[in-house]
């Protein structure tokens, strides 16, 4: 199995804006009123399906717990999956995200993130992939997905890139792909935003061919700044994070999936930042360590060493279906 | 399935047995060793001192795991019987021994023969391979090979250091493995220069080598190749025109190389004024080594597909053999073997 370090000199405001993003985060409000609230379920873990939580809190009127047993963090009122579709095809918090912060930050996006997910895939399927053109879906992406990334790297011609899908949606986003098999299929921050993850799972890996690769990325509830900061961490942002898997949890689908894990990385570079930045009161250790020491070289040393041993909150996986 | 044996039952025979056993598509019948406290826990096979026995019996694919100086005479027996053979690195003990199988290869074209290059398939090497070939980095311009280590206690009476088993000494016994990697991400080498050397261990076999390559498209490659690596040591490192990389680490059963990493960065600036020296990097670990099935997926597939063997052929085999031999040339290195 490989595991991932990243450093590439990101820094939180570099994708996020701080005088956006406290705009956005009040649209969001706003549109979770709107949109969500009256769709509002009850739901156990999403990850084991345990009903014990060891503790609860509230962020932007959803409720959201911890799970007792795998220690994912979850939307406890949980919004249907139609709800959701409206919220981020409809709402006022996704219009501003794409023509504002999207906007503004897109150049950086696509060289920081973007692009290297692009190449993180492509480089997976050069080694793993049994064709010469891959077909390749998305489901659930943030903003256009990959397919600029894609393109930059040159791939008109080298795979098929099928444009989002959601399935089992409404709508005109809806493509009929049934009976279609793909070679990969992507879910970029896709099982934190959705109702049912485990069911977006289950549909993903019996569209993947055998042999075939899922790629994930997503939020683990067991990153440092989540488990320090729970609801004051911009990383539990409903809706768009409403399924925070634990890292052992996520583990477990990937048995439960008969999957095989050749990836499981947690390379985020934000994690510190997060906790620097963040106006929470932090255990006296890390206070200590990144609000008064606050040496550039520890910093980076910690925030690799949280990458290497899967601490960070941000974790990608390649997945392949065996057989 | 394809009925399969194995001649030689020492550290490699071992590691091709357990393959075999879990692979789907081998049925492995037989194991010939003429030592027989290696094989007296083995129940589940036919154990034979002859290798005569397998080369006459109907073994389809034959894996020659024995010292280097037997590996010509039973490769060459077996395929003109046609069976395919899965023989050891080296190919020999000189870069005759490996033009004489190839020649039996051309007389029996039904036969695969692949040698064991297995460094190729382990997940660092391959990820910079791919890399490599995604042209996200651009041409490669260098590479710089270290791979060596310590001998051990008992290394001067290991058949290893015995020229007239082995044919060479570390050059020949693990540096090809790092050559076979220089030809694996640059096609291969035209110029060599040398110096060998057994200053060290005194064997009448090298304990350090060092070269310098260079191909008709100016990329240029150096090896340390050593016995006296007190600390056990392989990597790679790759030089391009947009970044570097490093594989460093290997993934083995001892792990006395080290974790097997793949390190890499990209150039970052284009005017030289504007130099910082030190890139982000990404380093990935990778804790699975899937390389010895790999190998047996590759050879397995091309007899049921009756495909050519496309990497590790005796093609790639001969061309580290010359590399090997023109190095032992340019510093006037004899090893005189009898035959």
């Not at chain 1, 583990?251 to 929470?280: C, H, Y």
């Amino acid at each position: 199995m490989e595991i991932s370090i990243i450093n590439n000199n990101m820094l939180s405001g570099d994708i996020k804006p701080s005088g956006e993003l406290e705009d956005y985060k009040t649209k969001v409000k706003a549109d979770i009123k709107k949109y969500l609230e009256p769709a509002l379920g009850t739901s156990n873990c999403p990850t084991c399906g345990s009903a014990k939580t060891s503790r609860t809190f509230t962020k932007y009127e959803i409720g959201f717990a911890v799970c007792a047993d795998c220690l994912s963090m979850y939307a406890k009122d949980r919004p249907s999956q139609d709800a959701l579709n409206r919220f981020f095809r409809e709402g006022e918090a996704r219009k501003f995200w794409n023509d504002k912060l999207w906007a503004h930050t897109k150049d950086v996006r696509l060289e920081k993130i973007l692009l290297p997910l692009a190449k993180w895939v492509d480089v997976h399927l050069q080694e793993y992939c049994q064709t010469d053109k891959p077909k390749v879906a998305e489901l659930y992406p943030a903003n256009n997905g990959l397919q600029e990334a894609f393109a930059k790297l040159g791939h008109q011609d080298g795979f098929e890139y099928i444009e989002p899908i959601f399935p089992g949606g409404s709508g005109k986003e809806m493509k009929d792909v049934s009976g279609a098999e793909y070679d990969a299929i992507c879910l970029m921050d896709a099982l934190s935003r959705v109702e049912k993850p485990k069911d977006v799972l289950q549909w993903t890996v019996d569209h993947v061919k055998p042999g075939g690769l899922v790629f994930v990325t997503t939020f683990f509830s067991t990153g440092i700044d989540v488990m320090t900061l729970a609801e004051n961490s911009d990383t539990v942002l409903p809706p768009d994070r409403i399924n925070l898997f634990s890292y052992e949890g996520m583990l477990k689908w990937v048995d439960q999936f008969n999957l095989d894990a050749i990836e499981i990385s947690t390379p985020g570079v934000l994690d510190v930042q997060n906790l620097q930045r963040s106006s929470a009161e932090l255990p006296e250790f890390l206070k200590y360590m990144l609000r008064d020491r606050g040496d550039a070289k520890l910093l980076t040393n910690f925030q690799n060493f949280i990458q290497t041993n899967a601490l960070s909150s941000h974790g990608r996986l390649v997945l392949q279906k065996k057989g | 399935m394809i009925k399969t044996a194995i001649i030689g039952y020492g550290y490699m025979g071992e590691i091709r047995r357990r393959v075999a056993l879990e692979h789907p598509h081998l049925d492995l019948q037989m194991v010939c060793e003429t030592n027989p406290d290696r094989t007296k826990s083995l129940t589940d096979v036919k154990v034979v001192t002859d290798p005569r026995e397998i080369i006459e019996s109907d073994a389809e694919l034959v894996y020659v795991c024995t010292p280097n100086n037997l590996i010509p005479e039973l490769t060459i027996e077996c395929m003109k019987r046609g069976k395919h053979v899965f023989a050891e690195k080296p190919p020999g003990r000189c870069l005759q021994d490996i033009l004489d199988m190839r020649e039996q290869e051309k007389a029996s074209p039904e036969v695969k023969l692949m040698f064991g290059f297995n460094h190729r398939y382990h997940p660092g090497v391959m990820r910079a391979r791919s890399l490599i070939n995604s042209g996200q980095f651009g041409k490669v311009l260098w590479l710089r090979g270290l791979y060596g280590k310590s001998g051990g206690k008992n290394f001067g009476e290991s058949w290893r250091n015995q020229k007239n088993i082995s044919g060479g000494g570390i050059l020949l016994d693990q540096g090809i493995h790092m050559l076979d990697l220089f030809n694996y991400y640059c096609g291969g080498f035209d110029d060599v220069k040398a110096f060998i050397s057994n200053d060290h261990w005194k064997f009448p076999v090298e304990d350090n080598a060092f070269l310098i390559l260079r191909n008709k498209e100016r990329q240029f490659a150096t090896l340390h190749s050593s016995a006296t690596f007190w600390k056990h040591r392989f990597q790679i490192d790759i030089g391009l025109e947009g970044g570097y990389m490093t594989v460093e680490g290997l993934l083995s059963k001892s792990g006395s190389y080290g974790r097997e990493t793949l390190k890499l960065a990209r150039k970052q600036f284009e005017d030289e004024t504007d130099a910082v020296g030190n890139p982000a990097e990404e380093i990935t670990y990778f804790d699975r080594d899937l390389s010895w099935k790999i190998e047996a997926d590759k050879i397995t597939k091309a007899i049921l597909e009756d495909k050519p063997i496309e990497e590790s052929s005796s093609e790639d085999a001969m061309k580290v053999m010359q590399t090997i031999e023109a190095a032992y040339k340019d510093d006037d290195w004899k090893v005189e073997l009898d035959k």
